[in-house]
């Protein structure tokens, strides 16, 4: 978390699963968020922009459980939810 506070204190952006798995429906659903998106909001310097959005197809290239990605799948962000600034 400081490594990500501290590029965001820099001007520059993360990208995180702030769920920290993927869906365990295997749909376009969004769980709870662990805390640390709460940090970085928190302890950031400047208040960063939040946009929370779903991935499709990560339960084909990683499913819950599996210990290597599976190659040869596409992934797709089909819908922007939210954006916060």
């Known amino acids: 978390m400081d490594i990500a506070i501290s590029e965001l204190n820099g001007g520059g ?3 995180i699963f ?3 798995s993927r869906s365990g429906d295997g749909r376009e659903t ?3 968020s662990k805390r640390g998106v709460g940090r970085l909001v928190l302890d950031a310097d ?3 922009m939040v ?3 779903v991935h499709t197809g990560m339960q084909e290239v990683m499913p819950i459980g599996a210990n ?3 190659i040869a799948k ?3 962000s ?3 939810l939210l954006a916060v600034a």
Do not use: K
Request: aromatic fraction near 12%; charge should be neutral; proline fraction near 21%.
């Open 51 to 53: 946009v929370p959005f």
């Open 46 to 48: 400047n208040v960063p």
């Open 74 to 76: 596409t992934v797709s």
């Open 30 to 32: 969004i769980g709870s």
């Open 68 to 70: 290597f990605p599976r």
């Open 18 to 20: 702030p769920e920290g």
């Open 13 to 15: 952006w993360v990208h």
């Open 78 to 80: 089909p819908s922007i």
